[in-house]
């Protein structure tokens, strides 16, 4: 099969499991305890009994009335069966809508537009620093393993491992952001409250500056994983057989390392190109309210929270496409890395 039909292939498939994945999770959801409607009653409830403490009322009076409750029921869209609003939520999808937010009262698509630069920023970089640093480092480690060189990284790559980055962003606010130790970094936001006054090389630099230690916190972990893999493939293929070969014809251990083994090697590797995609909107809900980031993993979280369905399947629904276009351009990198794979 040609690599255009392959495509094409995977781009249909890719139909059914995003309708499946929206089904489940719209029917979870949905069935779940608490809903939009119960917290408008709340936040009623309690604006009503604000105000009768107030003026010495009954709290009696504070109770919603059943035509209010059929109100909100209506004005959300929950006065119809599931299957109905699952209809509803897939014929709005097929414009690219996916409904007001019920918390910020605007449309979903505008609040996830207004949280992806921050995950954008940090998806891109993320995935740049690590496969430069990791890569060339992971080379490094299996040309000279065992060597004091080899030992000195994998125990620092182990630390890192073993610190959670929450923990870490902690230490590093601490330490490096006005605690008891230095004051070299912001303590949290996204820009300088004069950005907008800036140049453009200037606010290129503000934005690194407020970056650098949430950036250190978003990759460390995967620091570890990425340079290990990265040494263990090109160690298990320098003891292939033609390898044997190449070193028997007299080819030096740099030719035999760089030019023989390190593409073989890279296959494994190219399974995570894809998913820098996903990277755009990944985000740690610790992370974010730690450095005072307003992106996408605390608005999945306050979303869950305030029982938000629609900016959920929103968010839902991108992730899941995205995920699925990464996976089929890691599966497409294979053939730039290795010609001889054949996806028929």
């Not at 690599?3 to 069935?31: A, D, E, H, Q």
């Not at 009768?52 to 006065?79: H, P």
């Not at 605007?106 to 890569?135: A, N, R």
Request: glycine fraction near 8%.
């Amino acid at each position: 099969m040609s690599l255009p039909l392959y495509i094409l292939r995977r781009i249909l498939m890719m139909i059914p499991t995003l309708f499946g994945i929206t089904l489940i999770v719209f029917t979870i959801i949905n069935l779940a305890p608490g809903s939009p409607i119960e917290q408008k009653i709340q936040q009623i409830r309690f604006g009503s009994n604000g105000s009768n403490v107030s003026s010495g009322t009954s709290s009696q009076d504070s109770a919603v009335s059943q035509e209010v409750i059929e109100a909100l029921r209506k004005q959300y869209g929950f006065d119809k069966p599931l299957h109905i609003r699952y209809w509803l939520w897939l014929k709005n999808l097929s414009k690219l809508e996916f409904g007001e937010s019920f918390t910020y009262e605007e449309p979903v698509l505008d609040v996830i537009v207004s949280k992806f630069p921050v995950s954008m920023q940090f998806g891109i970089f993320s995935f740049i620093l690590s496969y430069l640093i990791c890569i060339p480092l992971g080379v490094m480690k299996a040309v000279k393993h065992g060597t004091p060189f080899d030992l000195i990284t994998s125990f620092g790559l182990f630390v890192m491992y073993s610190i959670p980055s929450f923990m870490l962003g902690i230490l590093l606010i601490v330490f490096l952001s006005g605690g008891q130790f230095f004051d070299l970094f912001p303590i949290g936001g996204f820009v300088s409250d004069a950005y907008d006054d800036l140049g453009f090389w200037a606010q290129i630099g503000d934005r690194m500056y407020h970056a650098a230690l949430p950036l250190t916190c978003y990759v460390i972990g995967s620091f570890t994983t990425l340079t290990l893999l990265m040494k263990n493939s090109l160690l298990e293929e320098i003891k292939k057989d033609y390898i044997r070969t190449a070193r028997a014809k007299g080819l030096s251990e740099k030719a035999v390392y760089f030019k023989h083994a390190l593409r073989n090697a890279l296959i494994p590797i190219a399974t995570g190109i894809g998913a820098f995609l996903g990277l755009f909107f990944a985000g740690s809900m610790l992370l974010e309210t730690i450095f005072q980031l307003d992106g996408m993993g605390l608005l999945s979280y306050q979303a869950t929270l305030e029982r938000d369905y629609n900016v959920i399947m929103g968010l839902l629904f991108v992730q899941s496409m995205f995920m699925l276009l990464g996976n089929l351009i890691s599966d497409i990198t294979y053939v730039f890395v290795d010609p001889r794979i054949d996806f028929s």
